[in-house]
């Protein structure tokens, strides 16, 4: 059984080959209608369920569409109606979903959630974001920035902002792609010091910096991420813009970087809070190109699941 759950539980080699996958089959489509199958579709006669507990625009039509491509069949299902969001239990619903679909897709909250889904599901389950990780997105940031620069191993990523779910995949990404990375924000959000320990532990220099400016000193990329999650309560706006304010990802931050740094937001983005819409529309930003690579990466990740 391979679930695709998180970056730093998933194998090195496996990690690469996906990353190599999507590529090559993003290129084979080049120029095709979004609704074209893909060649001898690895998907036909599957059936795929995306659950969301959450909203969501690009985890939802990525992984739509990239099943459709593949010449497998959807059902997209919001937990609220589900029994899932009626008492029915996780484990319960694992092996009755297992009964009807090859393959489970859950965006949730509580990463207890998607774990206990795995356990007892008896297809791969994949983690379409909890409040503590976001593994899809940062496959698709890591294919997006070799397109653009090559390999990302030995780089210097930083992530200004707060320390949150996306934040801890690319940071489990840096271990295992080997690349450096260094956290500017406030010490209040700073992202779990068991993950940046197992970063480290892998060989990769992880920072916590708290001056923006100094932080970005020879970046190869830029990241940041909206200032109030999906998890967080709208009680805590003013108090987090607050101590962010100073993490803007702004062109006078971007200018203390090298001058090619690429930009990176996984949308959606709060357009002047987190990062101005000079810098987002600038032209180191590649936030549309790693939007697209969803759709590519995610397919590859399920080729792996289902090992098509
Ligand atoms: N980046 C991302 O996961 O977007 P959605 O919340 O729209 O799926």
Known sequence: MKHFLDIHKTDKKDLRSIIDQARVAKDARNGKPKGALDEDPPLAGHMVALIFEKPSTRTRVSFDVGVRQMGGQTMVLSGSDMQLGHGETIADTARVLSRYVDLIMMRTFEEDTLLEM??????????????????????????????????IKGKKVVWSGD???????????????GFDLTFTGPETLDPEAG???????????????R???????GADLVVTDTWVSMHDPQS????????LRGYQVNEQLMSHAKPDALFMHCLPAHRDDEATSAVMDGENSVIFDEAENRLHAQKAIMRWCLGK
């Open 211 to 217: 001056d923006a400016t100094k932080a970005v000193e």
């Open 118 to 151: 795995a356990q007892y599901a008896t297809v791969p389950v994949i983690n379409g974001l909890t409040d503590r990780t976001h593994p899809c997105q940062i496959m698709a940031d890591i294919m997006t920035f070799e397109e653009h620069r090559g390999p």
């Open 236 to 243: 805590a706006r003013e108090r987090r813009h607050n101590q």
């Open 195 to 209: 993950f940046v320990a197992e970063a480290r532990a892998k060989g990769s220099d992880i920072q916590i910096e």
């Open 163 to 177: 320390g949150n779910n996306v934040c801890a995949s690319f940071i489990h990404a840096a271990g295992q792609f």
